[in-house]
């Protein structure tokens, strides 16, 4: 059973475009996190949500919007998409003050 | 401010040789150092983590080593091995913030 699941996997879109990444966890974490990995594998901290309440909110455009349904499931919504939004996108989940588990991460490739 | 440095940005060993990278972080408040494992097209993973009221912690292979004065901590591998070969890096909670900072990484290669 996958821990941290995010989809898609590989998402190549056009500039302008609306799309969504889907994320959610099975491991009972109460906070998940959005991190954007540039292509010199910088990580950098997005959104985290805990008990689905938004906790943290780093300076991201307000193209980008998360969304926590329920403590299992964080989605994130980006609008308009630009090309500097091309990354990787990983989800992740912890208990509150315990380390990580990523998931596989959403390679997003805007042309 | 929040800062997390890590050093080398790469590092090439031969196999059976050791592997030590190296983080310095700026918040005295920290107490939790955990290392990350990034393999190609996979998300990081939890290799190994440390509090601040312990000085080194073992886990095979690999030790991580605190030094809280100095505000540094470190990775050890022995007997490095080609699957070791990856991205790595160190985290520091960042108190009153709820968030981990991450270090810049260290692409680590094993040579055969």
């Known amino acids: 059973d996958t821990a941290v699941s995010q989809t898609p996997k590989y998402l190549v879109t056009q500039m302008g475009n609306d799309k969504s990444i889907k994320c959610e966890q099975n491991l009972g974490h109460d906070t998940m996190y959005w991190y954007k990995q540039d292509s010199k594998k910088f990580l950098k901290i997005m959104f985290s949500?805990?008990?689905?309440?938004?906790?943290i909110n780093e300076t991201v455009p307000n193209r980008f919007s998360p969304k926590s349904p329920d403590k299992a499931h964080l989605n994130l919504h980006i609008n308009s998409l630009e090309l500097g939004d091309s990354a990787v996108y990983f989800c992740?989940?912890?208990?509150?003050?315990?380390?990580?588990?990523f998931g596989s991460g959403t390679r997003l490739t805007v042309v | 401010g929040e800062n997390v440095e890590q050093h080398p940005s790469t590092l090439s060993v031969q196999e059976g040789d050791s592997a030590v990278i190296k983080c310095t972080y700026s918040d005295s408040a920290s107490n939790y150092f955990p290392w990350y494992k990034q393999e190609l097209g996979k998300g990081p993973q939890l290799i190994i983590d440390?509090?601040?009221?312990?000085g080194e912690k073992k886990d095979q292979r690999i030790a991580v080593t605190l030094n809280k004065t100095a505000k540094h901590f470190s990775l050890h591998i022995t007997e490095t091995q080609p699957e070791d070969s990856a991205v790595y890096f160190c985290?520091?909670?960042?108190?009153?913030?709820?968030?981990?900072?991450f270090g810049t990484g260290t692409r680590l290669k094993v040579l055969a």
């Open positions: 949500y805990n008990n689905k309440e938004l906790i």
């Open positions: 440390i509090r601040s009221n312990v």
């Open positions: 985290a520091t909670y960042y108190s009153g913030t709820y968030k981990y900072i």
């Open positions: 992740a989940s912890s208990h509150f003050y315990d380390g990580y588990t």
